[in-house]
């Protein structure tokens, strides 16, 4: 069998490459701009996919379970993009995919004649296109640079398809009044390119270039502003593990809770979803303590039910969310982080189309929750 072979090599010695930061925010922008160099290598993959799709092949997420969920069914993100699981791509299938711990492509996905493009560990096989993720270039978390890289993957391809005439359907925040309607327009009655749509054609390395410059303002700008609320809620973190008390750090979304529960921060902070502004918030009844420091990385609404529940117990609250709980401004004892996205979540314009596109939440919201744990783990001596 015929495979497309591509071999993307990237020479971080030679890149311009500053020393580490300490922020992590930082960091996870500096690692953007390494991602940002991989753009022109992305072009051949881009356009031998959208051939793929244009001819009828399906797209796939497939690897770790939480870059199939960061990929899949989001908000700025393509609708024909389908979680893989157990299933084997056919021939002319695409199958973008994150090695996780000890987990690398299946055999049978790469035997499959499907072309895979894989993101985050480098991978040498025939009949992949691999992009290294960077992760260790400035020590950020692999899970979290799998994702960014995807997000610039996805953003050429939608460019190489727009190329081809064809422009993807791309979902709304569910947050976003239009967000239902759109499903039952497009997702619910398989149709998951516009028939007739208005965006040009795009040129290789726009979308990619511009997806990066968006989400690193996104995170210098959280490191600019927000940085000495970051702080206190570290001391306060710091803190209550020194002393023993409750410590827990709720999240949600779909890069979410396993970027927290499944990683060092997990061993540090109690770790469960909490999807707050939704039905299945959950309700109270949670025991919390004088001392016991809540945070919660969130999405557009606060979590109005922990916020409560907690401050009446006496706990401390941190919280990352779009939209600031207006009872708790002036609470001494609650602490608001703006994440710096908008409301929609997808954080690019793009001419022609009605709704932006590419979600920026999951790496902000990543790189503030591993700030978070960085600074508890430097100031706290736990007893």
Not at 26 to 33: F, G, P, Q, S, Y
Not at 56 to 66: C, T
Not at 124 to 136: K, L, N, R
Not at 217 to 227: G, I, K, S
Request: hydrophobic share 45%; net charge negative.
């Amino acid at each position: 069998m015929m495979h497309l072979v591509w071999l993307v090599t990237v020479n971080l010695a030679s890149a311009e490459q500053s020393p580490p930061q300490e922020s992590y925010l930082l960091r996870v922008a500096e690692t953007l701009e390494l991602c940002r160099g991989d753009i022109g290598a992305m072009t051949a993959p881009a356009d031998a996919a959208a051939g793929n799709l244009d001819a009828g092949g399906g797209l796939y997420a497939g690897g770790d379970s939480a870059f199939v969920s960061e990929m899949c069914g989001r908000a700025g993100g393509l609708m024909l993009i389908r979680p893989l699981h157990d299933k084997l791509p056919a021939k002319g299938d695409v199958v973008l995919y994150a090695p996780g711990p000890e987990l690398a492509a299946p055999e049978g996905v790469l035997a499959s004649g499907a072309l895979v493009v894989v993101v985050g560990d480098k991978m040498e096989a025939e009949g992949i296109v691999a992009f290294s993720a960077h992760a260790e270039a400035y020590d950020i978390s692999p899970r979290l640079a799998a994702a960014a890289q995807g997000w610039v993957f996805t953003a050429e391809l939608v460019a190489a398809l727009t190329r081809r005439g064809r422009m993807p359907v791309m979902f709304e925040s569910i947050g976003m009044y239009g967000a239902y309607a759109r499903m039952d327009k497009y997702l619910k009655q398989g149709v998951l390119y516009h028939e007739h749509h208005e965006v040009p054609p795009i040129d290789p390395g726009r979308l990619g270039g511009r997806y990066i410059d968006i989400v690193g303002a996104m995170l210098r700008r959280v490191e600019r502003e927000e940085t000495d609320r970051l702080s206190r809620a570290a001391a306060w973190a710091a803190g209550a593990r020194a002393d023993g008390h409750r410590l827990a750090m709720y999240s949600m979304g779909h890069l979410f809770p396993d970027e927290i529960g499944k990683t060092p921060i997990g061993q540090v902070f109690e770790s469960a979803p909490w999807n707050a502004g939704f039905l299945n918030e959950p309700t109270l009844g949670q025991e919390y303590a004088s001392g016991d420091v809540l945070i919660h990385i969130g999405y557009q609404h606060p979590p109005y039910r922990l916020l409560e529940g907690a401050r009446t117990q006496g706990a401390n609250v941190v919280y990352v969310s779009v939209l600031q709980h207006r009872d708790y401004v002036s609470d001494p004892a609650v602490i608001w982080i703006d994440p710096m996205w908008s409301w929609c979540d997808a954080c690019m314009p793009l001419e022609g189309y009605d709704i932006q596109i590419l979600p920026a939440s999951g790496i902000v919201n990543g790189a503030i929750a591993w700030e978070i744990y960085r600074q508890t783990v430097k100031d706290s001596t736990p007893r």
